[in-house]
């Protein structure tokens, strides 16, 4: 296991979650990350990815249906990659995978899913009244 998600659960629309990702056996300063998702009965969906460390604009790509609720963010000290999460809405019900990358790429976008080195195990998040 190279990545391991946690701080999934059951919340109730409007409410926030914060997911982590830790990385068991590398840096994240190494890597790009990004957050995948899978709702029941769809296919997997990139909810946010940043391709280097810097955390700017040009560097961090969320999906629409997730842009100003959602927010990516790294902490270097504990080497750990979190999605911050606003406003849930049941529409956010799904199971968000951790993605990592070897190295950093240009742009504001995710990579294609098959790009990625490393998936975590998936962490459900519910979102019901």
């Known amino acids: 296991v190279h990545v391991v998600e946690s701080g999934g659960g059951l919340v109730q629309p409007g409410d926030s979650l914060r997911l982590a990702c830790a990385a068991a056996?590398?840096?994240?300063?190494?890597?790009?990350a990004g957050w995948f998702r899978q709702a029941p009965g769809k296919g997997r969906e990139a909810v946010s990815c940043?391709?280097?460390?810097?955390?700017?604009?040009?560097?961090?790509y969320y999906a629409d249906s997730v842009k100003g609720r959602f927010t990516i963010s790294r902490d270097r000290a504990k080497n750990t990659v979190y999605l911050q999460m606003n406003s849930l809405e049941p529409e956010d019900t799904a199971v968000y995978y951790c993605?990592?990358?070897?190295?950093?790429?240009?742009?504001?976008?995710?990579?294609?899913?098959?790009?990625?080195?490393?998936w975590g195990q998936g962490t459900q998040v519910t979102v019901s009244a």
């Open positions: 940043d391709s280097d460390i810097s955390g700017s604009d040009g560097s961090t």
């Open positions: 993605v990592a990358k070897r190295g950093y790429y240009s742009g504001s976008y995710c990579l294609p899913q098959e790009r990625y080195d490393y």
């Open positions: 056996d590398f840096t994240w300063d190494h890597f790009s």
